[in-house]
């Protein structure tokens, strides 16, 4: 899997997203630098429409010493935490992110910063990465933003049945990476991805787009939205990665669940 959209000097900020998954770890390509603000071509997902049913929706911009780097989505799980990729916190060598600026387009359009973020088991990478760690990471917010009772999303705590059908929010729209909204792509099924080598994510017959790394998978019609992954990766032309929530967030392993509770606790439950 390579990282796309690392910041170079003096071009312009690039989308984040990853591409080129391999099935093995010594076969991991290295990383390829990129210093695009459009997309050509399809992404392989028609876009169903723009996001404002979402509100938990968030551009999540990459920044290393106050210069923008890279571009990522996520969303709001909790008043003070978006969630996101993992590579969207822990970068990589040449590019490693020290700060995030959250923007809520359906929120407000609420624009708050954050200097930290934390990983389960996500590292820098050299440019190749690790298909047996998570690609899931957490930004804490420097001030909290309240959604409307019902509005926060829930996390799934179990994996999905082969064949259920899901929507990826993300940034790009008919080819090109947008700064200020987020789109809601039509219903996809998803597989286990452990038949092809990625025993933490759903494999799905889409191609993630540049700046839909981390962007919230979500089951469609779920009162309230259900969050079961995030856009990690796919395959040159093929197959879309995305990383599973619920083996983080289980009865056995509620790492996302402590990071809440850690950094200002949950929604308030609608009554």
């Known amino acids: 899997m390579e990282l796309y959209g690392i910041f170079a000097p003096g071009r312009e900020p690039a989308a984040w997203y990853t591409d080129g998954l391999v099935r093995s770890w010594t076969l991991a390509p290295p990383l390829v630098l990129a210093a695009m603000t459009t997309v050509a071509g399809c992404d392989g997902r028609v876009h169903a429409g723009r996001a404002t049913a979402y509100p938990e929706a968030a551009l999540v911009d990459v920044l290393r010493g106050g210069q923008l780097g ?3 989505s996520g969303a709001l799980i909790a008043p003070s935490v978006v969630l996101t990729a993992g590579h969207c916190v822990k970068g990589q060598q040449g590019f490693v992110p020290d700060a995030w600026t959250v ?4 929120a407000g359009h609420q624009r708050i910063e954050a200097a930290d973020a934390a990983t389960y088991d996500w590292e820098t990478t050299n440019g190749t990465v690790d298909p047996g760690k998570h690609d899931i990471g957490l930004v804490f917010l420097a001030r909290p ?3 409307s009772p019902g509005q926060c999303p829930r996390l799934a705590t179990e994996p999905l049945r082969d064949d259920t059908e899901v929507v990826h929010v993300g940034r790009l729209h008919a080819g090109r ?3 200020t909204s987020l789109f809601v792509g039509d219903p996809i099924p ?3 991805g452990a038949a092809a080598g990625f025993p933490f994510d759903y494999d799905a017959e889409a191609v993630i787009a540049r700046g839909d ?3 919230p998978v979500e089951e469609p019609g779920a009162n309230p939205h259900l969050i079961v992954a995030v856009g990690s990766g ?3 032309g093929k197959n879309e990665v995305l990383a599973r929530v619920d083996l983080l967030n289980s009865a056995s392993n509620r790492w996302i669940a402590d990071q809440v509770l850690t950094h200002g606790g949950a929604c308030p439950v609608a009554r």
């Open 234 to 236: 796919s395959y040159p």
């Open 103 to 106: 923007t809520l387009p359906y």
């Open 145 to 147: 933003v309240h959604l």
């Open 213 to 215: 790394s981390g962007g």
């Open 70 to 72: 890279a571009y990522c």
């Open 177 to 179: 990476l947008s700064t």
């Open 190 to 192: 998803v597989t286990d």
